[in-house]
């Protein structure tokens, strides 16, 4: 039996490691070899031509002064958030609206971001009208900064939260009864614990600021930064993929250096042992204060996207602004646009499915194997590399490994590409998960004869599904909203929603833009609805045999006591 069970695992983790082989290693080993090569002959000439020519080093420094910047205002919002949520007694509803809120930006592809923002702050925008006059200048350092806030500030919302969650309360109490004053106490039992997270949150947002396309796409303006030299060099008016492939070389560097950080700073989160419940303190001003400053944020953040569904709806902003249902209409006798968006159902779905799949092998070859330490590294390393590799390095890789191949243009290497593309995160989930469960499940149950295929079907799966569905939730929301990847392997008959805004930007196409755009919204808030609900039912009934079980035993050891 046991024999059998390495067989069919050792199948899993082969099948697992060659999917990656196949569509990770290879594709990044020919994006090296682009970049080295010229003339037929290997040379480091293409990287003294990048990194000695006009415009490089200037977009590079560009994006470290924004991505530093917006980490930092990220990070303390963030704390902001999660504090007001954690050490107030602001009203539960409350706290439940500002956890619901913060994610919001998550559901929409950073694409539309831009958009959103110019027409909002533009000299025509709806706040500017509300305001009387703009309040900044829109394309640039400003707009990156705010759309970069907004596409960070959720990551490092859930960061800092989460870990917030699990700070024993009880010293803050200690710290008052040993005199300590308000600062004092706060920055021993709160700022103290949080540093490695805090720097964690910084490190997460730089890296998720340095490697966007979506934003300065649109509101990017002069203040050229390191993705659109990218795509600029790969998809611009004269192409040059040596070129283009150094400067995807070029930006793993920050990639490894912040993925390296964050496995640094783990040692400096600290744990406690038990988690004391404590009512916090009342103080009308300091809930007041927490209360209206995030408000405030959320506000901003949101506002921004309210013109999603203004403009769209009147006929033409600014100038006539009665309503109308024309453009609406428009999209939805639009075949073509239709079409898109079930591609981008379709890729979603089969995203969430194949990556489910996936994530689950490598997961189960990790925590519920015995398959030796070296070979449960590999999966390991696979997931570190695939966290530190941008969406737009790995799109590149694919044009160039995939161009001439049956697998260009298809729904299929799209599918493949967010596979990989998110996969660390997922198998984090899922294999933390596994690794919680009872270790002697397979043993006994197959010493009862069943197979271990059989025991992974009757007794882990079920035990495991809550996760599985978040899982699939994780993959089907990325799929639809990713952009800097996709945009290097999608065809004219294979694009998805996210690839077509971008085309429809050259177009100033805006009320279809934003039409889409809330297509993705609402169809993501009707798939996280759905998916945590039913991973919500699976916890309550898995809770619910447990309950049983343990009555059951009472039961029968009060039985044997008689």
Same mark, same amino acid.
């Given at each position: 039996?046991?024999?059998?069970?390495?067989?069919?695992?050792?199948?899993?983790?082969?099948?697992?490691?060659?999917?990656?082989?196949?569509?990770?290693?290879?594709?990044?080993?020919?994006?090296?070899?682009?970049?080295?090569?010229?003339?037929?002959?290997?040379?480091?000439?293409?990287?003294?031509?990048?990194?000695?020519?006009?415009?490089?080093?200037?977009?590079?420094?560009? +994006?470290?002064?924004?991505?530093?910047?917006?980490?930092?205002? +990220?990070?303390?919002?963030?704390?902001?958030?999660?504090?007001?949520?954690?050490?107030?007694?602001?009203?539960?509803?409350?706290?439940?609206?500002?956890?619901?809120?913060?994610?919001?930006?998550?559901?929409?592809?950073?694409?539309?971001?831009?958009?959103?923002?110019?027409?909002?702050?533009?000299?025509?925008?709806?706040?500017?009208?509300?305001?009387?006059?703009?309040?900044?200048?829109?394309?640039?350092?400003?707009?990156?900064?705010?759309?970069?806030?907004?596409?960070?500030?959720?990551?490092?919302?859930?960061?800092?939260?989460?870990?917030?969650? =699990?700070?024993?309360?009880?010293?803050?109490?200690?710290?008052?009864?040993?005199?300590?004053?308000?600062?004092?106490?706060?920055?021993?039992?709160?700022?103290?614990?949080?540093?490695?997270?805090?720097?964690?949150?910084?490190?997460?947002?730089?890296?998720?600021?340095?490697?966007?396309?979506?934003?300065?796409?649109?509101?990017?303006?002069?203040?050229?930064? $390191?993705?659109?030299?990218?795509?600029?060099?790969?998809?611009?008016?004269?192409?040059?993929?040596?070129?283009?492939?150094?400067?995807?070389?070029?930006?793993?560097?920050?990639?490894?250096?912040?993925?390296?950080?964050?496995?640094?700073?783990?040692?400096?989160?600290?744990?406690?042992?038990?988690?004391?419940?404590?009512?916090?303190?009342?103080?009308?001003?300091?809930?007041?204060?927490?209360?209206?400053?995030?408000?405030?944020?959320?506000?901003?953040?949101?506002?921004?996207?309210?013109?999603?569904? $203004?403009?769209?709806?009147?006929?033409?902003?600014?100038?006539?602004?009665?309503?109308?249902?024309?453009?609406?209409?428009?999209?939805?006798?639009?075949?073509?646009?239709?079409? $898109?968006?079930?591609?981008?159902?379709?890729?979603?779905?089969?995203?969430?499915?194949?990556?489910?799949?996936?994530?689950?092998?490598?997961?189960?070859?990790?925590?519920? +194997?015995?398959?030796?330490?070296?070979?449960?590294?590999?999966?390991?390393?696979?997931?570190?590399?695939?966290?530190?590799?941008?969406?737009?390095?790995?799109?590149? /890789?694919?044009?160039?490994?995939?161009?001439?191949?049956?697998?260009?243009?298809?729904?299929?290497?799209?599918?493949?590409?967010?596979?990989?593309?998110?996969?660390?995160?997922?198998?984090?989930?899922?294999?933390? +998960?596994?690794?919680?469960?009872?270790?002697?499940?397979?043993?006994?149950?197959?010493?009862?004869?069943?197979?271990?295929?059989?025991?992974?079907?009757?007794?882990?799966?079920?035990?495991?599904?809550?996760?599985?569905?978040?899982?699939?939730?994780? =993959?089907?929301?990325?799929?639809?909203?990713?952009?800097? /990847?996709?945009?290097?392997?999608?065809?004219?008959?294979?694009?998805?929603?996210?690839?077509?805004?971008?085309?429809?930007? =050259?177009?100033?196409?805006?009320?279809?833009?934003?039409?889409?755009?809330?297509?993705?919204?609402?169809?993501?808030?009707?798939?996280?609805?759905?998916?945590?609900?039913?991973?919500?039912?699976?916890?309550? /009934?898995?809770?619910?045999?447990?309950?049983?079980?343990?009555?059951?035993?009472?039961?029968?050891?009060?039985?044997?006591?008689?």
């Amino acid at each position: 039996m046991k024999q059998k069970k390495e067989v069919e695992i050792k199948g899993i983790f082969l099948a697992v490691t060659l999917l990656f082989l196949g569509f990770l290693i290879v594709p990044l080993c020919r994006l090296f070899y682009k970049s080295l090569e010229k003339g037929g002959a290997l040379t480091l000439s293409n990287y003294l031509e990048v990194l000695t020519g006009r415009g490089f080093a200037a977009a590079f420094g560009n +994006s470290i002064q924004i991505s530093v910047c917006c980490a930092v205002l +990220s990070t303390l919002l963030a704390f902001l958030l999660a504090y007001t949520i954690h050490y107030s007694n602001l009203p539960s509803f409350y706290k439940s609206l500002i956890r619901r809120a913060a994610v919001i930006p998550m559901l929409l592809p950073t694409i539309t971001y831009g958009f959103a923002i110019i027409y909002s702050f533009g000299k025509q925008g709806l706040i500017t009208r509300l305001f009387g006059r703009q309040l900044f200048e829109l394309y640039g350092f400003y707009g990156l900064l705010l759309g970069y806030l907004i596409y960070t500030l959720p990551v490092s919302f859930l960061l800092v939260s989460n870990t917030m969650e =699990y700070i024993d309360k009880k010293f803050s109490i200690v710290s008052r009864i040993m005199g300590d004053n308000p600062w004092q106490t706060f920055f021993r039992t709160v700022a103290r614990p949080l540093l490695g997270t805090l720097a964690a949150s910084f490190v997460q947002c730089f890296f998720l600021c340095f490697t966007d396309y979506g934003i300065p796409a649109s509101v990017g303006g002069k203040y050229e930064v $390191v993705a659109t030299v990218l795509y600029n060099e790969m998809l611009g008016s004269i192409p040059n993929f040596n070129r283009g492939s150094v400067v995807a070389i070029l930006m793993l560097i920050p990639s490894v250096l912040t993925i390296t950080l964050l496995h640094y700073l783990e040692k400096y989160n600290i744990r406690y042992n038990k988690i004391s419940v404590i009512e916090i303190r009342r103080n009308r001003l300091r809930d007041g204060i927490l209360g209206l400053g995030s408000a405030l944020v959320l506000v901003v953040v949101l506002s921004v996207f309210a013109v999603i569904f $203004v403009v769209p709806f009147v006929e033409e902003w600014p100038y006539r602004v009665s309503f109308t249902m024309e453009h609406l209409q428009s999209v939805l006798s639009d075949k073509s646009l239709l079409g $898109v968006y079930k591609n981008s159902l379709l890729v979603a779905f089969l995203t969430a499915l194949t990556g489910s799949l996936t994530t689950y092998g490598a997961a189960l070859s990790t925590a519920r +194997s015995h398959l030796p330490e070296k070979v449960k590294r590999v999966i390991e390393n696979i997931s570190l590399i695939t966290n530190t590799i941008p969406g737009m390095v790995v799109g590149i /890789a694919y044009m160039l490994v995939f161009s001439g191949t049956s697998l260009q243009n298809t729904l299929t290497l799209i599918v493949i590409c967010n596979v990989i593309h998110y996969f660390s995160t997922p198998y984090l989930m899922m294999k933390n +998960s596994l690794a919680k469960m009872n270790a002697s499940w397979e043993t006994t149950v197959m010493l009862m004869g069943d197979t271990w295929l059989k025991t992974i079907v009757r007794v882990v799966t079920p035990n495991a599904m809550a996760t599985i569905l978040e899982v699939f939730s994780y =993959y089907f929301v990325n799929a639809m909203v990713t952009v800097s /990847a996709v945009i290097f392997i999608a065809g004219a008959r294979t694009m998805v929603i996210t690839t077509k805004i971008k085309e429809l930007q =050259y177009y100033t196409k805006y009320n279809e833009i934003f039409v889409l755009s809330i297509f993705i919204l609402l169809t993501n808030l009707a798939a996280r609805a759905l998916f945590s609900w039913l991973a919500t039912d699976r916890k309550e /009934a898995k809770a619910g045999r447990v309950l049983r079980r343990n009555r059951k035993k009472q039961e029968d050891s009060g039985g044997v006591r008689i």
